[in-house]
């Protein structure tokens, strides 16, 4: 395939904390991008090892590079820096990568091409989900084909393209887009949580994007670790996986009722985020009265009472949902269980 030089600059955002294992791997496909007009934010949240080191290197030997420094780790400093780039940075499109992933040469040059043939202001990519330890394949995510969505398509093809809005990494957006969507959902509820906030974003984004796409090529490495925060307990995103369910009903009633699909697709999202945290709340070194109330919190959510109510009878594709009652069960039967300890 003949290359195509585009002129409009992408600007690459990477955060990274205590990375000196995986930077050089994520900083050097970036570098190294068939696409070569870039700016490339490269920032360090208070690391205690090599990290900041290793950004000043890269950067005295590539002025693409933007590094910045601080002092101190803050798991909000992604919503500190993207308010500044959104509100000052002077460039045509914006891709965030994790300072552990990695892109294919070509990701940069194919999504721009894919987006100019298509007029599209969103896109994502397939992505290969990669062990950590051992650099094996786990799994790869890919369409069969390229898929356009139009603003009549929103609804009808919600289950098609929901479940790639899950991160911010493996898409390019229109900066014009990211900022409209940024500033719009800024003070809600659902960003102050601070928690889910990629897939909320990509909500908005994907509300005010006249066209989008999904690549059927996949062009980003995701690795994965045994130690991810993702297996651990974490108790906002109790309430987070209900904003996540909340947002996504407002965002379907846009576009009318909500179809019964769409309605067992969201219910199934929420069972498998708030089974999860269960399991991991169970696995965790809280006193067994912290557990207690975590539960009662989980059970007490408005959410959990649509989604597990036994006159909810959903579509039985939904593998996970078959188990819903089982699933009540389980969770009583721990709740007594740390009561009698």
């Known amino acids: 395939m003949m290359r195509i030089m585009y002129k409009d600059t992408v600007a690459v955002y990477t955060l990274a904390y205590n990375a000196e294992d995986t930077l050089s791997r994520c900083v050097d496909?970036?570098?190294?991008?068939?696409?070569?007009?870039?700016?490339?934010?490269?920032?360090d949240n208070g690391s205690t090892d090599r990290t900041r080191e290793m950004i000043k290197?890269?950067?005295?030997?590539?002025?693409?590079?933007?590094?910045?420094?601080?002092?101190?780790?803050?798991?909000?400093?992604?919503f500190e820096v993207l308010n500044v780039l959104n509100a000052f940075c002077d460039?045509?499109?914006?891709?965030?990568?994790?300072?552990d992933d990695e892109y294919l040469p070509q990701f940069l040059e194919n999504m721009l091409r894919f987006m100019y043939e298509n007029s599209l202001e969103y896109a994502v990519c397939g992505y290969d989900t990669i062990d950590e330890a051992s650099g094996k394949l786990i799994s790869?995510?890919?369409?069969?084909?390229?898929?356009?969505?139009?603003?009549?398509?929103?609804?009808?093809?919600?289950?098609?393209?929901?479940?790639?809005?899950?991160?911010?990494w493996g898409r390019i957006y229109a900066i014009s887009l990211h900022r409209k969507a940024w500033h719009r959902i800024f003070a809600a509820e659902s960003f102050q949580s601070k928690?889910?906030?990629?897939?909320?974003i990509n909500h908005e984004v994907i509300k005010h994007a006249s066209r989008f796409g999904i690549l059927s090529e996949s062009l980003h490495k995701y690795y994965v670790r045994a130690d991810s925060q993702s297996n651990t307990f974490n108790a906002k995103h109790?309430?987070?996986?209900?904003?996540?369910?909340?947002?996504?009903?407002?965002f379907l009633l846009r576009h009318g009722d909500i179809s019964k699909l769409n309605?067992?697709?969201?219910?199934?999202?929420?069972?498998?985020?708030?089974?999860?945290?269960?399991?991991?709340?169970?696995?965790?070194?809280?006193?067994?009265?912290?557990?207690?109330?975590?539960?009662?919190?989980?059970?007490?959510?408005?959410?959990?009472?649509?989604?597990?109510?036994?006159?909810?009878?959903?579509?039985?594709?939904?593998?996970?949902?078959?188990?819903?009652?089982?699933?009540?069960?389980?969770i009583y039967q721990a709740r007594d269980e740390y009561l009698s300890l």
């Open 263 to 330: 309605q067992d697709y969201l219910a199934a999202i929420y069972f498998s985020r708030i089974e999860k945290e269960f399991r991991n709340l169970c696995k965790s070194d809280l006193p067994n009265l912290e557990k207690i109330a975590y539960i009662d919190e989980i059970l007490g959510g408005e959410v959990f009472r649509q989604v597990f109510d036994e006159s909810y009878k959903p579509d039985p594709s939904f593998e996970n949902l078959k188990n819903k009652d089982e699933f009540v069960k389980a």
């Open 140 to 168: 790869r995510k890919q369409l069969d084909s390229n898929i356009i969505i139009e603003e009549k398509d929103k609804a009808n093809q919600y289950t098609l393209y929901r479940r790639y809005q899950i991160d911010m």
């Open 91 to 99: 460039v045509d499109y914006l891709a965030v990568l994790d300072s």
């Open 57 to 78: 290197e890269y950067a005295a030997r590539d002025l693409r590079i933007r590094p910045m420094f601080y002092d101190y780790n803050s798991r909000e400093r992604i």
């Open 29 to 43: 496909s970036v570098l190294n991008q068939t696409h070569s007009n870039i700016v490339y934010y490269l920032l």
């Open 195 to 200: 928690y889910l906030y990629s897939e909320i």
């Open 238 to 250: 109790i309430r987070g996986s209900e904003i996540l369910y909340e947002t996504s009903r407002e």
